[in-house]
């Protein structure tokens, strides 16, 4: 993974400094709460319901063991001895004081890490595949790529100032484990006639105007990628409205050109940037590509197939249909080295907070990943962790440490694997909340046993219509809504995030709490009678359509 040099410490250090006088300055009352705003913003401090709340970068997901101990240390001495992990991979704290929010960014620079650019309306965390450099699917590891863009745009004069907030991912594999689609920049890389290059995917996104980012580019060589996402940035900051928040994002301004029209001012920016030269050093990149080189992976010394090495553990522990064997079935994911897999850590017990993992917790997790993952251990997407690199052979003792530990849940991508945003638990943006309501859907699938029945199911809540849950693109969606003053939540279905991505279509009037997730139920009866041989609930949802999903909830 990246270490900072002496150039990237020296900024960090100097921001945390410049945010202490800020933040002295505020407690002296020399600044008021609009000067201050945008200031404590740029370094991830919001003011929420009840208290102050710090986002805290973790690019591309990637983070050591060292880096997971300070954050549950920061969890215990700042906040309430836990924090919430995010679908841009970060981890935000909710009960933070002010007085304390540049120790804080002291402490995280002190293991090279910060909250900068994490809020405000600028080019946010860099996101990746949480299975990066790892999967066995991808053409190269995109971290690299993701790496060089979050320094490129880190500070960056000007995109500081941008129309709306801006989110970039990067993936490396054909499967969309990022919601690639639906930022505002998406790429994949990719290999055309042998050679490495990069997809341009511009104008996704979700809140109260989700849309699917067309395709920009088939191909820019790699020597060009900073300069053509250049390109892309600057035709948006110059046209992009800031006259309305809710029209300010790029996918407007694609949508209102028309992507061929866009495309065409890109291309006519990216030939003019070529003539200046904005691209950095190839000697940059290879300098970056040296920090993601292989851990020491151990090869077994008699060549076993993977299943078979994998059916020996599992019959060594349990069998298939253990506790420990239903962990491996459902949380584990294939590796490219054939002696080891990833491992999936769910924060999301039934009846548990989505996201949530406590100081304890994570010091587990810290502990893990330094003996069993090269000490390299990733934040995903869904709201949970992994352990990227788990020999075989480690499966048994790892879960054992995790089941102890209340994060052995074998519950990857089913209903009980649900996104979830705070709502208005926590945040002063929302009209519902998310959390009782996801703990109760668990809860009640957990407990009928339908969990496993149902198989793979996406289901994500969001509080309010900034979608920050991704309702949009669950297959069953939740959005809470104020009716009336009182919390009402709208049901849609067919949404998808993956390479088949797809927006969800609302089912009709909405329900009262005990309503919907009623109505969750009744979803799934129409999917359990109608599926074909090895169909997911979307593969059947798109195969029948809303019609009967319609008339079980409506009548």
């Given at each position: 993974m990246y270490r900072y040099d002496s150039y990237d410490q020296a900024m960090v250090d100097a921001r945390v400094e410049e945010f202490r006088d800020q933040a002295r300055r505020r407690l002296e009352g020399k600044l008021t709460e609009d000067q201050f705003k945008p200031l404590r913003l740029m370094n991830g401090l919001y003011l929420q319901l009840h208290a102050y709340m710090l986002r805290v970068a973790i690019p591309y997901g990637t983070l050591n063991a060292g880096q997971m101990e300070a954050l549950a240390d920061i969890a215990e001495k700042y906040d309430r001895g836990y924090g919430h992990f995010t679908t841009r991979q970060n981890i935000q704290y909710n009960w933070i004081k002010l007085e304390d929010a540049a120790d804080i960014l002291a402490d995280l620079a002190k293991v090279e890490m910060h909250a900068i650019q994490t809020s405000g309306n600028c080019i946010r965390n860099i996101s990746a595949d949480h299975f990066a450099g790892a999967a066995a699917d991808e053409v190269v590891d995109p971290r690299p790529y993701a790496e060089l863009m979050r320094q490129w745009s880190s500070f960056h004069p000007e995109f500081t100032y941008l129309p709306r907030k801006f989110k970039i991912a990067v993936i490396g594999s054909e499967t969309d484990r990022a919601a690639m689609r639906l930022h505002d920049i998406g790429?994949?890389?990719?290999?055309?006639?042998?050679?490495?290059?990069?997809?341009?995917?511009?104008?996704?996104?979700?809140?109260?105007?989700?849309?699917?980012?067309?395709?920009?580019?088939?191909?820019?060589?790699?020597?060009?990628?900073?300069?053509?996402?250049?390109?892309?940035?600057?035709?948006?900051?110059?046209?992009?409205?800031?006259?309305?928040?809710?029209?300010?994002?790029?996918?407007?301004?694609?949508?209102?050109?028309?992507?061929?029209e866009y495309t065409r001012q890109v291309e006519e920016e990216f030939a003019h940037m070529l003539s200046v030269g904005v691209e950095p050093p190839t000697a940059e990149l290879e300098r970056i590509k040296a920090h993601f080189v292989d851990p020491p992976f151990v090869s077994s010394e008699v060549e076993t197939p993977f299943e078979q090495r994998l059916s020996t553990t599992l019959e060594a522990n349990g069998g298939q249909g253990s506790a420990f064997g239903q962990w491996v079935r459902r949380n584990t994911h294939p590796h490219r080295h054939p002696d080891y897999v990833s491992a999936v850590i769910s924060l999301k017990p039934a009846g548990g907070i989505p996201g949530d993992a406590t100081s304890e917790q994570m010091r587990v997790v810290a502990r893990l990943a330094r003996e069993y993952s090269f000490d390299e251990l990733r934040v995903m997407h869904t709201q949970n962790l992994l352990l990227p690199h788990v020999a075989i052979a480690d499966l048994p003792a790892v879960w054992q440490a995790l089941d102890a530990a209340g994060l052995g849940a074998a519950n990857m991508d089913t209903i009980e694997d649900i996104i979830a945003c705070p709502g208005l638990d926590y945040c002063s943006l929302a009209n519902a909340r998310s959390i009782p309501l996801a703990q109760r859907i668990s809860e009640r699938f957990a407990e009928t046993g339908r969990t496993e029945v149902v198989g793979e199911l996406k289901l994500k809540i969001s509080g309010c219509i900034n979608a920050c849950g991704h309702h949009h693109a669950g297959h069953i969606g939740i959005l809470g809504v104020d009716k009336k003053g009182k919390e009402n939540f709208q049901l849609s279905l067919g949404g998808s995030e993956a390479e088949d991505v797809s927006l969800a279509k609302i089912t009709g009037p909405g329900f009262d709490e005990d309503g919907v997730v009623a109505a969750v139920e009744k979803v799934t009866d129409v999917y359990l009678a109608s599926r074909a041989e090895g169909e997911r609930f979307l593969d059947t949802y798109r195969r029948i359509g809303m019609e009967p999903f319609k008339e079980a909830l409506y009548g």
């Open positions: 790429i994949r890389i990719v290999k055309r006639d042998g050679e490495i290059g990069a997809q341009f995917y511009a104008g996704g996104g979700m809140g109260r105007t989700p849309m699917i980012a067309p395709l920009i580019r088939d191909f820019v060589p790699l020597d060009q990628l900073i300069t053509y996402a250049e390109a892309c940035l600057r035709v948006y900051n110059r046209y992009g409205r800031r006259d309305n928040k809710y029209k300010a994002r790029i996918k407007i301004l694609v949508h209102e050109l028309g992507a061929a």
